[in-house]
C-alpha cells in the first residue's frame, strides 16, 4: 500500500503562486500515475493534472493548463504541482492521487485507488 500526503497549501493573493507537493511512503511514487484533483465548497471534485509514471507524459484541465505545472522529483519522492497566477476560483482543497496501472491515455481521467488528506488552497481577492 501506498500513503500519500499533501502539503504546500496556504492563503495567498490573486495573482501569487504556490507549490504543492505530493510525498509518498510505503512505496517508490515512481511505480505510480500521480493525479491532482481538487474540490471547493458546493461542487464537485475536479480534475487538475496527472503525470505518468515516467514522467514523460503530463495533461492538465484546461482551467490551468497556461498556470499550474505538474512534475516529479524521485529522488525526494514526490509529485508537485506548481501553480502560477492564482485566482480567486481556484480556492479548493487539493488532493493528490496515484494508482499503479492506469495507462498514458486515460491517465487524466482514469479512477484513481490511493489517495491523500488534501490541503487546502485559498485565493483572496
Known amino acids: 500500500q501506498v500513503q500519500l500526503v499533501e502539503s504546500g497549501g496556504g492563503l495567498v493573493q490573486a495573482g501569487g503562486s504556490l507549490r504543492l507537493s505530493c510525498a509518498a511512503s510505503g512505496r517508490t511514487i515512481s511505480s505510480y500515475g500521480v493525479a491532482w484533483f481538487r474540490q471547493a465548497p458546493g461542487k464537485e471534485r475536479e480534475f487538475v493534472a496527472c503525470i505518468s509514471r515516467s514522467g514523460g507524459s503530463t495533461g492538465h484541465a484546461n482551467s490551468v493548463k497556461d498556470r499550474f505545472t505538474i512534475s516529479r522529483d524521485n529522488a525526494k519522492n514526490t509529485v508537485s504541482l506548481q501553480m502560477n497566477t492564482l485566482k480567486p476560483e481556484d480556492t479548493a482543497v487539493y488532493y493528490c492521487?496515484?494508482?499503479?496501472?492506469?495507462?498514458?491515455?486515460?491517465?487524466?481521467?482514469?479512477?484513481?485507488?490511493?489517495w491523500g488528506q488534501g490541503t487546502q488552497v485559498t485565493v483572496s481577492s
Open positions: 492521487a496515484a494508482d499503479p496501472w492506469l495507462s498514458v491515455q486515460v491517465m487524466c481521467v482514469g479512477e484513481y485507488r490511493y
